[in-house]
T-cell receptor, first 114, second 111 residues
Framework: NAGVTQTPKFRILKIGQSMTLQCTQD?????MYWYRQDPGMGLKLIYY???????DKGEVPNGYNVSRSTTEDFPLRLELAAPSQTSVYFC?????????????FGDGTRLSIL | GEDVEQSLFLSVREGDSSVINCTYT??????LYWYKQEPGAGLQLLTY?????DMKQDQRLTVLLNKKDKHLSLRIADTQTGDSAIYFC???????????FGIGTKLQVIP
């Protein structure tokens, strides 16, 4: 069982480049999330989705875009990479809104902007 | 908004008990979680507690919730080297999946 799969695992970008972080889940979860994790900080929610075709901003959405065309996939797009976006990005999914059901996390994408 | 605080680091000897503490600010918090993150991996849910509970035990793990002081703790009995990881406290206070995470406590287990 794959769970939540993120690709790539590592990436180095130059300032101003764009890229898409891929996230797919095979658990048929409606709810999906993107977080960033910075050293010494907790996870910050970037965007979330409550189902295909529905996305909404989290706490730190600036500089990012998302789409949710299918239940399985929730890609995160960086249009103009900036050094402040150097971070570890985690995708997660969950079955239910009220979370006695856990969020399942991918292994993360480590992104460096130079 | 919700604020969740944890200490950064805890060191214990193998076989001892570990207690990781967390405080939060929103008294309407309904679900409180503990996640474990091992190096190079995502977060894995360890356990959770509802706000109408004071304690929950799950094998070596004991979660204590003091609602009056808005304090949550995770006790790991007979701590093993495999327990070395970062432990995140997280709190759900309502709305669409607005789970707030603490900064994580790094647990070091000394053999």
């Amino acid at each position: 069982n794959a769970g939540v799969t993120q690709t790539p695992k590592f990436r180095i970008l130059k300032i101003g480049q764009s890229m898409t972080l891929q996230c797919t889940q095979d658990m048929n979860h409606n709810y999906m999330y993107w977080y960033r994790q910075d050293p010494g900080m907790g996870l910050k929610l970037i965007y979330y989705s409550v189902g295909a075709g529905i996305t909404d901003k989290g706490e730190v959405p600036n500089g990012y875009n998302v789409s949710r065309s299918t239940t399985e996939d929730f890609p995160l797009r960086l249009e103009l990479a900036a050094p402040s976006q150097t971070s570890v990005y985690f995708c997660a999914s969950s079955e239910a809104l009220l979370s006695n059901q856990p969020q399942h996390f991918g292994d993360g994408t480590r992104l460096s902007i130079l | 908004g919700e604020d969740v605080e944890q200490s950064l680091f805890l060191s214990v000897r193998e076989g001892d008990s570990s207690v990781i503490n967390c405080t939060y600010t929103d008294s309407s918090s309904t679900y409180l979680y503990w996640y474990k993150q091992e190096p190079g991996a995502g977060l894995q849910l360890l356990t959770y507690i509802f706000s109408n509970m004071d304690m929950k035990q799950d094998q070596r793990l004991t979660v204590l919730l003091n609602k009056k002081d808005k304090h949550l703790s995770l006790r790991i009995a007979d701590t093993q080297t495999g327990d070395s990881a970062i432990y995140f406290c997280a709190v759900y206070s309502g709305g669409y999946q607005k789970v707030t995470f603490g900064i994580g406590t790094k647990l070091q287990v000394i053999p």
